[in-house]
């Protein structure tokens, strides 16, 4: 059985996603020992990225690159506020289109699907493979200062169905799998309609909604009808947090917003356990450091 | 602002501070406590190790056991479980204990999260 880790990687005019894929890598190689790691991205992200890091520090990363079509489209019309906290934010294009494609892209048979800015600071995810679970992900996550709680990433709608996070998620190449993937395509092909029966905020496309849509109608229809991980929760933070530095392997620290006086921060030392990194400018900040912390 | 107030202000980020990496401790342990094997997955409690070391003392060599998901997971060899949740649940208690009581010993924001406070 071929293992593996899939990244999606499409840079915008601010943000190198690719340069976060190429660092993440690194720390997937050092703390999972798994070689395989595939990205996908487009020609003008791969370009951009190779010429600023060399194609030798990133293909020695990245075992498989995946080059794919935008579609310049869905790039114009999904826009998000990105946040370098609170004091700072950008409307730019949020580019996630291909990610329900995982499963036709993956030459593994069985894959971590991880987002590029969860950085992988343990081995944790390690106990997914060989499971008897075929298609695992979270709906139960936790933000590393615990008393910031925001009840609207816990459900679609407050009267509506709990919400997945499609930022990590395992799978067997299987029937159940497949079907599971192509269900999300449907959502995302249909909107319009599932936002009407779903009735998630907003309109940007987002992977975790529809997602989650495909976890309820593949679970039975059943709220949580989709497994967990083998991991006790997702850890994140907010984009309105900082990242102090990268002080030594596997550490992390970082600058967490006061929940009640925005704008103010504590400091938090995380180390050894994977963690969801929202600020991507701030990972970019640490780049160096991070690099340097990595065998 | 008088001295009295910058004080209070002071030890309340420090309580704060104190609490978050106490979580962070918490959250890590968790993690360590989490074992997959044979395509299941087990928490290691007090429970489970008793549990298992009172089928060993039954005699039994195998058993199929509830995992967190409640499937069932085929355990061939029970002392080789035993000694494998065992040395884990020490390894993540030790290290929680020898963090744990670096925070209790740290009097400051700079010494709890043990970085330079000249960087």
């Keep these: ?295 | 602002m008088s001295s009295k107030l910058t004080k209070a202000l002071e030890f309340a980020n420090y309580r704060t501070t104190l609490n978050v990496q106490h979580n962070a401790l918490k959250a890590k342990v968790q993690t360590l406590l989490s074992y997959s094997t044979n395509g299941g997955t087990f928490e290691i409690s007090h429970e489970l190790i008793s549990f298992v070391k009172m089928l060993i003392d039954k005699e039994y060599s195998n058993a199929v056991l509830l995992d967190v998901y409640q499937n069932p997971i085929m355990v061939d060899n029970l002392n080789d479980f035993l000694e494998e949740i065992l040395s884990r649940y020490f390894e993540a208690v030790n290290e929680y204990h020898a963090e744990y009581t670096k925070l209790k010993k740290a009097r400051k924001v700079h010494k709890l999260i043990d970085i330079d406070i000249d960087d």
């Excluded at chain 1, 499409?10 to 595939?38: F, G, P, S």
């Excluded at chain 1, 936790?142 to 925001?150: C, H, L, P, Y």
């Excluded at chain 1, 530095?245 to 050894?272: H, M, Q, T």
């Design chain 1, 1 to 295: 059985m071929t293992k593996g880790f899939l990244m999606f990687a499409h840079n915008n005019e601010e943000i190198d996603y690719l340069k976060l894929a190429t660092i993440n890598a690194y720390l997937i190689k050092q703390n999972c020992d798994v070689h395989d790691i595939t990205v996908v991205t487009n020609q003008h992200s791969y370009d951009y990225t190779v010429g600023e890091l060399g194609k030798e520090f990133v293909h020695n990363a990245i075992s498989n690159i995946v080059i794919t079509e935008k579609d310049k489209n869905f790039k114009r019309a999904n826009n998000r506020l990105y946040k370098d906290t609170s004091h700072t934010s950008k409307p730019l294009p949020f580019y996630n289109v291909d990610r329900c494609d995982a499963y036709k892209i993956s030459p593994y048979d069985e894959t971590l699907l991880i987002d590029a800015d969860y950085l992988i600071l343990s081995n944790s995810l390690n106990s997914c493979w060989g499971h008897n679970n075929e298609l695992m992900m979270n709906w139960s996550y936790q933000d590393i200062m615990s008393e910031r709680d925001d009840p609207t990433l816990k459900r679609l709608s407050p009267s509506g169905i709990t919400m997945y996070w499609a930022t990590v998620v395992y799978f067997r190449k299987t029937d159940f799998a497949e079907q599971f993937f192509k269900t999300v395509e449907h959502v995302r092909d249909n909107r319009e309609y599932y936002q009407d029966v779903y009735k998630w905020p907003g309109n940007l496309y987002r992977n975790d909604y529809s997602f989650s849509v495909a976890a309820h109608m593949m679970g039975g229809f059943v709220d949580k009808g989709i497994e967990q991980l083998p991991v006790p929760h997702l850890y994140k933070t907010f984009d309105t947090d900082d990242v102090h530095s990268a002080p030594s392997k596997n550490e992390l620290v970082f600058y967490l917003e006061k929940p009640r006086s925005l704008g103010d921060f504590i400091l938090c030392k995380w180390r050894g356990l994977d963690v969801h990194v929202m600020n991507k400018w701030a990972i970019n900040r640490v780049s160096e450091e991070l690099l340097c912390q990595i065998n």
